[in-house]
């Protein structure tokens, strides 16, 4: 059974929220519309979904065992890393348009919430840590 972490999800939410702000000070602020790409939106959407999800099955092998961490984390990041290479090769074969921005987009986005979660999973592995969840 997959437990739902609310720490996780409350600093996950807390992220999303100053991305969204920032993505729509952006938007409004900037006189040059060519750095955010029209699907900035869908792209936060999606990488704040398989994120989260990744969690979820990685909690699950906290749960299940100890040695089993490590085939749960890599089943997670390969599984983040084919939805993303198949959502890019998507929006590459239909949309066409705006490609340099969609990847700085995608990329900036992707990475800050990897190691959002690296950092996260780091912290609830090493209990004595600053920030660490069990006490």
């Known amino acids: 059974?997959?437990?739902?972490?609310?720490?996780?999800?409350?600093?996950?939410?807390?992220?999303?929220?100053?991305?969204?702000?920032?993505?729509?000070a952006m938007q409004f602020g900037l006189k040059n519309q060519s750095v955010?790409?029209?699907?900035?939106?869908?792209?936060?959407a999606y990488v704040v979904a398989i994120m989260y999800l990744s969690?979820?099955?990685?909690?699950a092998g906290f749960g299940k065992s100890p040695y089993d961490v490590q085939n749960f984390f890599m089943l997670g990041t390969g599984i983040k890393l084919l939805t993303s290479a198949?959502?890019?090769?998507l929006y590459f074969y239909i949309v066409k348009s705006n490609s340099t921005s969609f990847l700085l987009n995608f990329f900036v986005l992707y990475f800050v919430y990897s190691f959002f979660e690296i950092k996260t999973l780091s912290l609830s592995l090493h209990p004595n840590s600053?920030?660490?969840?069990?006490q």
């Open 1 to 24: 059974m997959i437990t739902i972490d609310v720490a996780y999800s409350k600093k996950i939410a807390s992220l999303s929220l100053a991305f969204s702000i920032s993505i729509l």
């Open 130 to 134: 600053k920030g660490g969840s069990s």
């Open 86 to 89: 198949v959502g890019i090769f």
């Open 36 to 44: 955010l790409n029209p699907y900035i939106w869908y792209i936060l």
């Open 55 to 59: 969690h979820l099955l990685i909690a």
